[in-house]
Every structure is written in C-alpha cells, then in structure tokens.
C-alpha cells in the first residue's frame, strides 16, 4: 500500500507541476504579446492519405495494401472525449473490444503477440488510457508475417502523442456520470532554440463515483515524450508513462451453470450486482526508446525497445446463475496473474532497389518479446453467497491475499526474423511477398519454482499478395496467410492452470478491394480463418478439442462526404463455426459470444450556420450470440446510439472548446463480452460468462488551447 501511496503522492504532485508550467507559459506569451495562431490542432489528413505502420513494412499507405487497416484519428477520439481504448473500438464493426483481450473476426487474441504501443509488444490485459495516444492503427486478421507469429486477432498498434515543432498546451477540465470530475492537461514543444529537441507531457485525473450508487472510479496518468534530433538524418525517440485505473463496486461478471441460458439483462446500476470492495487496481508502468535513421533519403532504419511491468490487483466478482430464474452464487477469484513483465524490441531496415525492369521494396528486420508471468502465492477462488437478480446482496469482503507476494508461474519467449519483398511489375500489377521465421519457447512452474512443463518450437510464417490497380483510385487484391502462433494460457480453474498450450497454426485466404471517393476510402474484404480452437473441457482440461473457422464479410467506409459531413463505419457478417469436435452435438456449431451480424456507425456535422459548432452521434448494432458449444441456448442482439455536440470559441482571448456527449442514449439493457467459461477462468468448464454493457452516460468538459 505504501507503494500505491507513493504513486499517488507522484501523480498529484506531477499535476500540479505541470499546471504552474502551463500558467508560467500564458503568463509568458501575454508579457511578450505574442499570438500563436497555430496553436490549433493540425488538420486532419484525409482518409484516402492516411498511412499506417505495418510490422516490418514500415509505414505504408492504407489505400495501397493487400489487408484490411482501420485508423480512429486523434479527432475522432477527442471529439467523442473517449476515456479507454474499449471505448474506441466499438466503432470498429469487426473488432470486439468489450473484454481484456481485443480481436477482429471473432478470434482470440493473446496476452501480448496482438497488442503494441509503437510497434512493440505489450500486456493486453491491462487498461490503457486513451488521453495516452495519438491514433489507434487496427488491421484485421492474420499478420504472423509481419510481426513474428501472432494469434489470428488483428493486430492492435497505440501509437503515442509526439513532440510537435511548435508549442502547443491544452487544459481541460470535466465531470461525468456518477458526479466524476477530469482535469487533464496536454504539452509540447521544443526546448532549445535550435528545435532539436523536442517534448510532449500529459497528465490526467480522473475519479469520483461510478454509475452504481457507492462504486468508486480513478484513472490517473503521466506520459512524457522525447524527441532529439542527433542529426540531420537520426531521431531519438522516447516515451515514458505511468496509468493507474481503478474500480470498485461496479457490476461483476455473470456465469452460466450446465444447461442453463441468461435472463433478461439486468439495470447494471442495480447495487450487489458486484460488491463496493470488488473490482480492479491496476498499475503500468511503460517505457520505450526508438532510434531513426534516414541512410540516403531511399534506406531507412529503425531499433526500438520497451520495458512494461503491469502489476494487477484483481478482486472482481462472479456471479454464476444457478437456476433460469436468476439464482446465482458469488464467487471471487484472485489466482490470475497479478503481474505482467514484458520485453520487447525491434529492428527494420527499409529500402527501394531496381532489377532491370522490376522495382523492389524490400524490408527486413528482427522483432521479439520475453513475457513473464507472476500469480498471487495465496491466490484461489472464494465463495462470498447467494442471492438473485431480484435481491442482489452485499457479501462480507474475503481475505484476499497479498497481491505482492507472487510467484513466477511462466515465461513466453518469441524471436522471428522477418523479410518481406512488393515486386512491381507494372504501374497495375505487384506481389508483396512476405514471410517470418521463429523461435517459440515456454515454459510453466509451480510455487516451489520447479519447472512443471515446457515446449519449444520454431517454423516459418508467410503470405503471399497479389495487387492490381486498374486505376489508380482503386485496389484489388487477394491474400494467402499462414501463421505460427504461441499456444494460448490455460485459465484460472482448469486443472492446468497456468499452463502455456504448445505452439499451433492458423490460416487464412482473403480477397478485398478499396477505393477512393473524392475524401472517402472505402474498403471491403472476404475471407476465412481457420484455426485450433482450445477451451476448458469437461474433465477439467484446458485444451485444443476442434478448430474454429470463421468466414465474413467486411464493409468500411472513412471519410468525408463533403466539407462539413464525416464519416465513419462499417459492417461485418460473420459465421463462425466449430468442428472437428469430438461430439455431434458441437460439430458445425456457431462459436459461443460471436454475432453472425455487427455494425457501427460515427458521423459528424459541422454546423454550416454556427461556426465552431457540430452535432456528431454513433450506433452500434451485435447481433444474437450462442452460450454454449451446441448452440442450445442465445442473447439476443442489441443496438446502442450515442450523441454530442462541440463547441469552439475564443474565451478571455483562448481557444476553447465546449464538448457534451451521451453515451447509449436509450439507457439500452443488454449483456456484452460473451465468452466461453474458461476463457477468463472464473466459471466453469465450457460454459458461456457475460458482462452486462454500461447504461446511459454523460460527459461534459470544457478544454483552453493556449
């Protein structure tokens, strides 16, 4: 606690340093009457130009790949004033974000292959601020051949807020549901006269209570970003920040007992349905450096390391129905990891060569991670009671352990070396060719510290994209995937526990085109994913019983439809199916949680009538999920609207902005994040858990550009 302590006392007083440095700065400029008109935010570019960093490819334009790259600009996110990366995945049609672990096309993802921050590895399972970055970079399905062997779930890339050139300092203040208040702030600049280095510093605080009456909320976060310029060629980069997210008293998960379906969704701001002590504080603390280097204006190299330790203290409840008419029994779990430690790094060198009539651009590189897992000595599961949906009660607190004391449970090694090579043939025709080969070792111990298992294996992971361009505002393409991946964790109450599954395959044929209108790109795709398909058996086993094939199709469109309409959204169909099960009753069954039909929707309106001013609103539809391996038993669908307005002005000679949004609008009840049982190992073999969506949301806030 002393630690927690100490962090605090650091942020608070981070905070209020900051803030002198921000009035020290007005105070500054008004002595030299200097008037910056640049201080606003850089135009957005639009969606037919906008890039993204591919693994080992580097930074490519999205129009002019062979895979499906969604991008949430910095507008989008600080137009809807989005608190987490969650929240901005559910504008993303084919990614299911509600839980700890992110995916596209209803595939799994893992602990750490899926999800970086600048392109290296990081924990997925632990929360990240959005106010942390500049833009999120999604692309869907299999992409082993880019990063090194990956699950089949998309890769995740946060890319953090870079020093600007010119000083730019922002101060916003807010409150929320559950009477929360926000202050954060938002500094760059250069710090000599000859702009070679550069910074960009951000702070927040966020708490007050939740939605649910006596529930309590706290994000608090510090990044620091450092850019020095040690030639006119080489670039240092680096990025230090601390997050703490805490929650207590909000709604628990939800459990299925054998045979039985899920009532109706219950009001989540009902009280008991977690308990006020239950919940989640987590720390994280990243650390990363890159190092750039332009060799001729057409070779360019970049070496980047990262150092995260993620320390959880995981007292969440379950609440395991025990009949169909909304008996349940609690229980409370605390044997998960209580701390993740990840290294990773990277090395890519990029170029362009001609070969007669045949032009190259050729990539190579190395990538890799060490994960180290870390449980709670004292850890198990804990029943607190009974109780229903009509009279939910409040448990006597258990006796958690020490979250500090843990031991070390497994350790995760990947290492791919990576090549990749786009043949141009002519100005319509290419074939980017790209491949990864490696190194997988894991490894499992007991609390003694002996070795209880461990596997070793390498292979190669690869793809093959055939392009053509019969103008140039349009792509077609079709893709052939094959990827190595590292076997997923067996889950807290599987008699594995803990264990590192050994090493399987996935693969994966798409076809996909995109075009661009005017300021719009859109883009579809088909394809299908198979791959193995483990989950908690019924003798108590975590393990691979089947394979899962998803087939879909993706919709998307970003844009602008003219210069005062935005656009963003699409949708996915999607069927997902288990076979090759050892039981006729789950053979060709629809996957448990997935949704043959999702959709979103973000759009913007500038007000042509009150400059300054828009109106945006979103949706997101999910259609009806099975609960169980034989499709026995569904939830329905649901569909969420949320609306804002923004307001720019010029306040006391300061850019301000004026934002109100509300989230789910007709305080819609519905239940998300549907999973197999022992996915997140509260509940038993096989059968579905659920967490129940947030209701209706307010947030004010009103920000000073200075």
Not at 40 to 50: G, I, M, Q, R, S
Not at 673 to 691: D, E, T
């Amino acid at each position: 606690m002393a630690v927690v302590k100490t962090s605090l006392v650091a942020g608070k007083s981070a905070l209020c340093v900051l803030i002198c440095f921000a009035m020290q700065a007005q105070a500054a400029a008004q002595e030299n009457t200097l008037t910056v008109e640049a201080s606003a935010p850089t135009k957005e570019v639009a969606a037919p130009d906008k890039q993204a960093t591919l693994g080992n490819l580097g930074k490519q334009a999205i129009r002019n790949t062979p895979y499906p790259v969604q991008v949430i600009s910095p507008g989008l996110m600080k137009q809807q004033q989005l608190k987490s990366v969650s929240d901005i995945y559910r504008y993303m049609p084919s990614v299911q974000g509600d839980g700890a672990r992110p995916q596209t096309r209803g595939m799994q993802g893992s602990v750490v292959q899926n999800s970086m921050i600048d392109g290296l590895n990081v924990v997925s399972t632990t929360d990240y601020a959005a106010e942390q970055f500049d833009h999120i970079e999604v692309l869907n399905g299999l992409a082993g051949s880019l990063y090194g062997p990956a699950n089949p779930a998309g890769l995740f890339n946060f890319v953090a807020k870079r020093p600007t050139d010119i000083a730019q300092h922002s101060l916003t203040v807010g409150a929320g549901t559950g009477l929360s208040h926000l202050v954060s702030g938002d500094f760059s600049g250069p710090l000599d006269d000859n702009d070679r280095l550069r910074y960009r510093a951000n702070f927040l605080d966020d708490e007050g209570s939740g939605y649910v009456s006596g529930s309590k909320k706290r994000r608090q976060l510090f990044s620091l970003a450092l850019d020095a310029n040690l030639s006119d060629k080489t670039v240092l980069e680096t990025n230090f920040s601390y997050y703490h997210f805490y929650d207590k008293g909000l709604p628990g998960k939800f459990a299925l007992g054998s045979g039985l379906s899920f009532p109706s969704a219950p009001n989540p701001k009902t009280k008991n349905l977690g308990q006020y002590y239950a919940g989640d504080d987590n720390h994280t603390l990243t650390a990363g450096l890159h190092l750039k280097h332009d060799f001729d204006g057409n070779w360019q190299g970049e070496v980047g390391v990262l150092r995260q330790i993620a320390d959880r203290e995981s007292t969440a409840v379950t609440n395991t129905f025990t009949d169909n008419r909304g008996h349940y029994k609690t229980t409370t779990s605390s044997a998960t990891a209580s701390r993740f430690t990840v290294n990773s790094y990277m090395a890519n060198l990029n170029g362009e060569v001609d070969t007669g009539w045949l032009h190259h651009q050729i990539s190579t590189g190395v990538r890799g991670f060490v994960l180290k897992n870390e449980n709670p000595r004292s850890g198990g599961t804990f029943p607190l009671g009974s109780a229903s949906l009509d009279n939910p009660q409040s448990f006597a607190e258990p006796n958690y352990p020490d979250f500090t004391r843990r031991y070390h449970s497994a350790t995760a090694t990947q290492q791919s070396l990576l090549l990749s090579d786009t043949l141009t043939f002519s100005p319509q025709w290419s074939l980017l060719l790209a491949g990864s080969e490696s190194l997988l070792n894991s490894a499992n111990y007991a609390k003694t510290g002996s070795r209880t298992s461990e596997s070793s294996d390498s292979g190669f992971s690869g793809s093959a994209s055939l392009m053509y361009k019969p103008v140039d505002p349009l792509t077609l393409y079709v893709t052939y995937a094959d990827s190595l991946q590292q076997g997923d964790t067996a889950p807290a109450g599987a008699s594995n526990a803990g264990n590192i599954l050994s090493p399987y395959r996935s693969k994966q044929v798409e076809a996909g085109s995109k075009l661009a209108v005017g300021k719009v790109l859109l883009t579809a795709a088909l394809f299908q994913i198979d791959r193995p398909f483990a989950y908690t058996t019924t003798r108590g086993d975590y393990a691979v019983e089947g394979n899962q094939r998803n087939r879909g199709l993706e919709l998307m469109a970003d844009g602008d439809l003219s210069d005062n309409l935005h656009l963003y959204g699409g949708m996915t169909w999607l069927d997902p199916r288990l076979r090759d099960t050892a039981s006729t009753r789950t053979e060709d069954k629809q996957i448990v949680g997935l949704a043959r039909y999702t959709a979103s929707l973000f759009a913007a309106w500038d007000l042509p009538f009150i400059r300054g001013a828009d109106v945006h609103g979103g949706m997101r539809y999910v259609g009806r999920r099975s609960t169980d391996n034989a499709n026995d038993s569904w939830v329905g669908s649901y569909a969420t609207f949320d609306a804002g307005t923004r307001y720019k002005t010029r306040l006391f000679n300061t850019d301000t902005t004026f934002r109100l949004d509300m989230t789910n609008l007709t305080n819609r009840h519905y239940w998300t994040n549907i999973v197999p049982g022992g996915l997140n190992g509260y509940s038993g073999a096989g059968y579905a858990s659920a967490q129940i969506g947030e209701p209706r949301m307010v947030q004010v806030s009103m920000q000073l550009s200075f």
